[in-house]
Nanobody
Framework: VQLQASGGGLVQAGDSLRLSCASSGRTFSSTIMAWFRQTPGKEREFVSSTTWTGSTTAYSDSVKGRFTISINNLKSTVYLQMNSLKPEDTAVYYC???????????????WGQGTLVTVSS
């Protein structure tokens, strides 16, 4: 699976941003699509995930209620709508494909290149 993430940028606190991740396809093992984020010196952190049907989604506590993950099967693209952004959301965001139910980055086998989101106060 080849993943291409886009949509990052510089915004102010309280603004919104939508990230996109285009997939060239999916394999049997890639049953969910997820977003992770990482800041310098820290581990890659789970943000959100969705099944390919969109029927099951998951969010970290830090973004629940502000971020929404969605998927367009026809375009093989997953989105992360980020609202009410905070400076602590600043990170490089990565999309990934991996096994159902996992939130551990080590379980995910395919990764996009990352897109930088910077939220100024």
């Amino acid at each position: 699976v080849q993943l291409q993430a886009s949509g990052g940028g510089l915004v102010q606190a309280g603004d919104s941003l939508r990230l996109s991740c285009a997939s060239s396809g999916r394999t049997f093992s890639s049953t969910i699509m997820a977003w992770f984020r990482q800041t310098p010196g820290k581990e890659r952190e789970f943000v959100s995930s969705t099944t390919w049907t969109g029927s099951t989604t998951a969010y970290s506590d830090s973004v629940k209620g502000r971020f929404t993950i969605s998927i367009n099967n026809l375009k093989s693209t997953v989105y992360l709508q980020m609202n009410s952004l905070k400076p602590e959301d600043t990170a490089v965001y990565y999309c990934a494909a991996g096994p159902y139910g996992s939130r551990w980055s080590s379980d995910f086998t395919s990764w996009g290149q990352g897109t930088l989101v910077t939220v100024s106060s």
